[in-house]
């Protein structure tokens, strides 16, 4: 028993240390690797417009504009209220009493300052437009009178043209030969001379021949003349 104790032993200081595998359990499962994110396409960017000073100008004065309580329009409608003959002594009074309501009227005056320029924008734009449309006008007008013209110039050419077709026409149609007659001209008797040589009734023209000429006598008796 020791012999074998020993050699135990022994052994053990050589032996390598040994890994223990559990066979039932499931082989661990490496994770993937992340694919790599797919690049943005590269939109190319147009620059920003620049902005209007004027406009930006404008907007901001309409964003920070607050209209007063009581502004240029109900100031209109108190004007029209009141008389027109002493103007100095009325707008005294109106003073007078917007300031006793705590109104001022220099708010009312920016107010109006502030629709003056928005009517004259206004004015400004459809002045433009009425520009725009009596040019188009214009051209339409233009285009028009052309193409009057046109069908006017068109017409008289149709109208030569149909006359010269039908002198045509007609000149075929005379010359073409009237049809002959079938019974042929017409023969006209000959009338046999009457009278003698002599000049006296019932004479013979020739003096020759034994045909009888007979003549009347201014009696009323028939002679018979024979050679």
Same mark, same amino acid.
């Given at each position: 028993m020791g012999l074998f104790d020993k050699r135990k032993k022994g052994g053990d200081?050589?032996?390598?240390?040994? /890994?223990?595998?559990?066979?039932?359990?499931?082989?661990?499962?490496?994770?993937?690797?992340?694919?790599?994110?797919?690049?943005?396409?590269?939109?190319p960017t147009r620059?920003?417009? /620049?902005?209007?000073?004027?406009?930006?100008?404008?907007?901001?004065?309409?964003?920070?504009y607050d209209a007063p309580a009581y502004g240029i329009d109900d100031a209109i409608e108190l004007m029209r209220s009141l008389p027109t003959d002493n103007v100095e002594l009325v707008v005294q009074v109106v003073?007078?009493?917007? /300031?006793?309501t705590k109104v001022k009227?220099?708010?009312?005056?920016?107010d109006a300052s502030r629709k003056q320029k928005d009517i004259e924008g206004r004015i400004d734009v459809l002045k433009k437009e009425i520009a725009e449309y009596e040019q188009e006008i214009a051209t339409r007008r233009e285009e028009i009178?052309?193409? /009057?013209?046109?069908?006017?110039?068109?017409?008289?050419?149709k109208e030569r043209l149909e006359l010269a077709?039908?002198?045509?026409?007609?000149?075929?149609?005379?010359?073409?030969?009237?049809?002959?007659s079938a019974s042929g001209p017409a023969s006209h008797p000959k009338t046999p001379a009457v009278g003698g040589s002599g000049g006296r009734p019932g004479?013979?023209?020739?003096?020759?021949?034994?045909?009888?000429?007979?003549?009347?006598?201014?009696?009323?008796?028939t002679i018979?003349?024979?050679?």
């Open positions: 200081d050589f032996d390598s240390p040994v /890994e223990n595998i559990d066979l039932n359990a499931p082989p661990a499962v490496q994770p993937a690797a992340s694919a790599p994110a797919p690049l943005a396409a590269s939109t620059p920003a417009p /620049e902005p209007d000073p004027d406009a930006a100008a404008e907007s901001e004065m309409d964003d920070d003073k007078k009493t917007l /300031e006793s009227v220099r708010s009312i005056i920016d009178a052309k193409l /009057e013209a046109d069908h006017a110039e068109t017409t008289t050419v077709e039908k002198l045509t026409t007609g000149a075929r149609g005379s010359a073409k030969p009237a049809p002959a004479a013979s023209g020739s003096g020759t021949g034994s045909t009888p000429s007979t003549g009347t006598s201014p009696k009323g008796t018979i003349a024979k050679k």
